[in-house]
């Protein structure tokens, strides 16, 4: 159980478009979405979170208007990197909790979107 | 405010134990502990709440003491699979659930 489902798994795309992310709870509801960034070799960087039918919180320093999230329904958050530049190319992870997850209970993860952008 | 993980990386022969350290400055409610193969997701190990909470699982064991602020990773007996990048995330006191990841340790197992 706990599956979180990402897609794509990886994308190439050039300068200037946007690019879109999905992350879906397959067998859960998520009330609440992580996305995490990472560069190589690297730690993963909380970049926001995501709330069920709010806006999301983003950490200081991530542009917002950039890294636009929408968390449509409890099983269904998205990111969509808009006019994306080569310094957004990273790997983007999200994860989510179990709607009134108990304090033992684990972040689960999707496998992550490898973002080329050229 | 990112923990701190040590070593940043260690080498080992099959067999051989090892132990990963992470500290915090703030007070903590939670340590989870996640191994990240390249290019894949973090597969998640284990979480400790406070209260001095130690766990097992297989050869793989963890401390926490909230006093310190401090958790270990204990890896006995490694084995090949064992290789990969650890990462201990920290959740804040008051549960807010919202995980800041060390950088991570690098554990390589030759044979």
């Known amino acids: 159980g706990a599956v979180v489902s990402q897609h794509p798994s990886w994308v190439i795309c050039k300068s200037g478009t946007s690019v879109k992310i999905e992350c879906r709870s397959l067998d859960f509801q998520a009330t609440t979405m992580f996305w995490y960034r990472q560069f190589p070799k690297q730690s993963l960087m909380l970049m926001a979170t995501s709330n069920e039918g709010s806006k999301a919180t983003y950490e200081q320093g991530v542009e917002k208007d950039k890294f636009l999230i929408n968390h449509a329904s409890l099983t269904l958050s998205t990111l969509t990197v808009t006019s994306a530049h080569p310094e957004d190319s990273s790997f983007y992870i999200c994860s989510a909790t179990t709607a009134g997850r108990a304090k033992n209970s684990p972040l689960h993860f999707g496998n992550g979107t490898r973002l080329t952008v050229t | 405010q990112q923990p701190v993980q040590s070593p940043q990386a260690v080498i080992l022969r099959e067999g051989e134990d090892a132990v990963i350290n992470c500290s915090s400055s703030?007070?903590?409610?939670?340590v989870h502990w996640y191994r990240q193969k390249h290019g894949e997701a973090p597969v998640f190990l284990m979480i400790l709440l406070k209260g001095g909470e130690q766990k097992g699982h297989d050869k793989i064991s963890a401390s926490f003491n909230e006093k310190k602020q401090q958790s270990s990773l204990y890896l006995t007996a490694s084995q090949l699979s064992y290789s990969g990048t650890y990462f201990c995330?920290?959740?804040?006191?008051?549960?807010?659930?919202?995980?800041?990841f060390g950088k991570g340790t690098k554990l390589t197992v030759n044979p």
């Open positions: 703030k007070a903590l409610y939670s």
């Open positions: 995330g920290t959740e804040p006191q008051g549960g807010s659930e919202k995980l800041v």
